[in-house]
């Protein structure tokens, strides 16, 4: 079993930055992919980038450039470093964790004003 949770979405203007945390613990030596997922208001729940285990990283077209993920093995810590940030990013961002399962976090809402 993993349990995942997600810190740091805020309300920030348009242009600015936010880091997503995803903190996580329990069977951890089955996860070989990781990813953030959001979802808006009224909208499908979407993939918007992916770590495997050897470190490739893969972005949804529209936060190519702006949106870098990692992680920090150490810490069993995933992170989505959000830069740019425009009002269409607005939504819930979810922690996915595959391996053994399929693990997901409670989410963290990330709004952006224009």
């Known amino acids: 079993q993993v349990h995942l949770v997600e810190s740091g979405g805020d309300l920030v203007q348009s242009g600015g930055s936010l880091r997503l945390t995803c903190a996580a613990s329990g069977s951890l030596f089955s996860i070989n992919i990781m990813r953030w997922y959001r979802q808006a208001p009224g909208k499908p729940r979407e993939v918007v980038a992916t770590i495997t285990s050897d470190g490739s990283t893969t972005y949804t077209e529209s936060v190519k450039g702006r949106f870098t993920i990692s992680r920090d093995n150490a810490k069993n810590t995933l992170y989505l470093q959000m830069n740019s940030l425009k009002p269409e990013d607005t939504a819930v961002y979810y922690c996915?964790?595959?391996?053994?399962?399929?693990?997901w976090g409670q989410g963290t809402q990330v709004t952006v004003s224009s």
């Open positions: 996915n964790a595959i391996g053994g399962g399929i693990y």
